[in-house]
Nanobody
Framework: VQLVESGGGLVQAGGSLRLSCAFS????????IAWFRQAPGQEREGILC????????YYEDSVKGRFTIASDNTKKQVNLQMNNLRPEDTAVYYC????????????????WGQGAQVTVSS
């Protein structure tokens, strides 16, 4: 299994960014792909997840109404659209995957992307 992230960068508060996670090598029919983020000195937190069995789920209230997750199965890619970004969204963002259902607990996931830095300036 391989997850490759793209996107991220530096944006001003109120701006938008899109992160993409290209996945390959899955041998299971049911799987979940989640986005986590980790700011310096803080724990890794789950923010959104999408699975073949349940659709999408939010795990972080602060991103509701601003972030959305979508799966493009033709491209084997999951996108995280981030709008109205705030300085507190600054973090390294990771996509993760595993067989089965979504979970907000990072130890659930066996497979991880390399991480993408998102920096929001005020």
């Amino acid at each position: 299994v391989q997850l490759v992230e793209s996107g991220g960068g530096l944006v001003q508060a109120g701006g938008s960014l899109r992160l993409s996670c290209a996945f390959s090598g899955f041998t299971f029919d049911d799987y979940a792909i989640a986005w986590f983020r980790q700011a310096p000195g803080q724990e890794r937190e789950g923010i959104l997840c999408i699975s073949t069995s349940e659709g999408s789920r939010y795990y972080e209230d602060s991103v509701k109404g601003r972030f959305t997750i979508a799966s493009d199965n033709t491209k084997k890619q999951v996108n995280l659209q981030m709008n109205n970004l705030r300085p507190e969204d600054t973090a390294v963002y990771y996509c993760s995957a595993d067989e089965g259902r979504c979970s907000s607990w990072y130890r659930t996931y066996a497979y991880w992307g390399q991480g993408a830095q998102v920096t929001v300036s005020s």
